[in-house]
C-alpha cells in the first residue's frame, strides 16, 4: 500500500484525494477487523467455553470429592444384590451455586460425569454443571428432582440427551449416597411450560407418590425454539457408605479417585 | 490505519513487532472477557431452562 502510493507521486494528488484514500482504507480495515472479531467469536462460542467449563466442572468435581473425605468407598464390597436400604436420604439444599452431587449417565460416555449445581441462573449453568431449579425437590426426595443444562456451548452438559432409551438408569451421587434413576420417556415442549417443574410433572396439583428427576436442556440443537424434557424415575437408593451401585464403580473410582 | 500505528511505535524494529503481538494478544484477552461474553447474550445457545432463562 505505502510502495504503491509513493510510486505514483509523480502525479501528486490533490489533498482531498489524499483524505478520501485514507478515510477509505481505514474503513476497509475496520471492516476487516470486524470480520475476524466476528470469526474469533464463533470459535470462543464454539469451542472455548467449552474447554473453560470442562475444566472448571472437573475442578469442582475434585473438590467434591476432597469434601467426601477419604472413607467414602469406591467400590462395593457387597456383592451387588437387591438389598433395601430403606427410604432414600435427602440431604438439604445447599445455598446458590453450592454442589449437590456428581451425576454419572452411561448412555452419554464411559466418562460422563458432571457436577449437580444448586440454582438454573447463568453463572451457575454457563460454568458449574447442571443446574438444579432451586424451587424443585432434592434428590431423592418424593417429588420432581429438575435439573437444567446446556444442549451446546459451555460444557454442553447434556448435548445427548436425545440419545437416552427407556429403561437407562442415570445415576446421582451426593455426599449421602447414591440414587438410581430410570429414564422414562421425553418431550419437547415450548419454553413456557413451566408444569413440567411440577411435583407430578405436567400434573400440577396433583400429589406425588414418586420421585422424580427431570431434566431440561436446548431444543433443537444449536437453537432455543423449543425445549427437550427428559423424565426418570427413582429405581433404589443405597447410601454412601454400601459403596456406589457395581455398573458404575469404574466410572466413580476415575471421578472421585480414592478419597 | 494499522500500518501508522506500527510506524508510531517506539524502539528499533524487533521491538515494535514484539509491542505488536503483545498488543493483539491484549485485544484478544479484552474480547474473550468482555465482548465475547456480552455477544453470547444474544445467541440462542445457552436457554436451557424452562421458564423465565433468569430464574433465582
Partial sequence: MVLQEKARTGTAPGPGVVILRGTVQVLGELLITAGIVLLLFVGWQLWWTNVESDARQSAIIKEFAQDLGADAPTSSPSAPGAVNYGAPVVSAAPGHAGTIGIMYIPRFGANYTRPIVQGTTGDVLDTLGLGHYSNTAMPGAVGNFAVAGHRQTHGAVLDSIHTLVPGDKIYVQTKDGYYVYVFRNNQIVLPSRTDVLEPVPTRPGLTPTESFLTMTSCNPRFGSQERIIAYALLDSWRPASAGPPAEIAAQVAAAIGDG | ?56
Avoid at chain 2, 490505519?1 to 485485544?27: C, D, E, K, N, Q
Wanted: no cysteine.
Fill in chain 2, 1 to 56: 490505519m494499522y500500518a501508522w500505528i506500527f510506524r508510531h511505535l517506539p524502539g528499533p524494529l524487533w521491538l515494535r513487532i514484539a509491542t505488536s503481538v503483545l498488543l493483539v494478544f491484549a485485544a484478544l484477552v479484552l474480547m474473550a472477557q468482555f465482548l465475547f461474553p456480552w455477544m453470547s447474550t444474544f445467541t440462542p445457545f445457552t436457554d436451557s431452562t424452562i421458564g423465565s432463562a433468569t430464574q433465582p
